[in-house]
């Protein structure tokens, strides 16, 4: 079976980082990404790694280690519309049509 | 870049109708769409996938005789559901492999379906 785990829930001020973890054991693995979904709306790509390392893009960042079945999202300076779900999916093929879904983090920005 | 457009983006419909989703490709050719559900607050459920020219895959659990998926030509995927009840309520997002690669999926704007 496939198995993505990550946080349920996360809290963060205005101005700070935040990390969210995402944990993946599956059948393959062709790349990992993080997607941000604000509530009733379709999920928006935020970052792509198939590599071990970290891609950086702006205030957003993302680490993969594919020994360890690990990958984090980096966010800096959070915004209040940073607000909203964080989905961790691995593509587990060549093919890139077969994704898995991570349950999502919902991350909450306090003023 | 690359849009995948979907309608209605939110239906109410009474239990015993039936209500039809669809999903376009405005820039590309969608040879396969994937349909998936997602309740409040949780994650996003493949249900099924459509190819064109063949039968849609549907996944464990997944009723196909109550989610009719059509994939009509290279732009174009519906999805039906069938006398509607009110645990169908749910969101519905389609989503497509498309450029610019690899990036993934891309997604429609999902329907927020009500059935009461």
């Known amino acids: 079976g496939q198995n993505i785990d990550q946080p349920t829930e996360m809290t963060a001020t205005e101005g700070a980082i935040v990390q969210i973890n995402c944990t993946y054991q599956t059948s393959g693995f062709n790349g990992l990404f993080w997607y941000q979904q604000h509530a009733g709306e379709a999920p928006t790509f935020l970052s792509y790694?198939?590599?071990?390392g970290l891609e950086e893009k702006g205030r957003f960042s993302s680490f993969l280690s594919r020994s360890k079945g690990y990958s984090y999202l980096l966010l800096k300076e959070l915004q209040m519309k940073d607000s909203a779900s964080y989905l961790c999916a691995v593509r587990l093929d060549n093919y890139g049509q077969n994704f898995v879904f991570g349950p999502g983090t919902r991350l909450s920005v306090l003023p | 870049g690359a849009v995948v457009s979907q309608h209605p983006s939110r239906v109410i419909c009474k239990s015993g109708t039936s209500v039809k989703i669809e999903c376009r490709s405005l820039?590309?050719?969608?040879?396969?769409m994937f349909w998936y559900r997602q309740f409040p607050k949780k994650s996003l459920m493949l249900m099924a996938t459509s190819n064109e020219g063949s039968k849609a895959t549907y996944e464990q659990g997944v009723e196909k005789d109550k989610f009719l998926i059509n994939h009509a030509s290279l732009t174009l995927s519906t999805l039906t559901v069938t006398s509607a009840h009110p645990e169908d309520s749910s969101f519905y997002i389609c989503?497509?492999?498309?450029?610019?690669?690899?990036?993934?999926?891309?997604f429609g704007s999902g329907t927020r379906l009500t059935v009461v």
């Open positions: 989503s497509a492999p498309g450029p610019p690669r690899p990036y993934g999926y891309t």
């Open positions: 820039d590309f050719q969608a040879t396969t």
């Open positions: 790694n198939v590599l071990d």
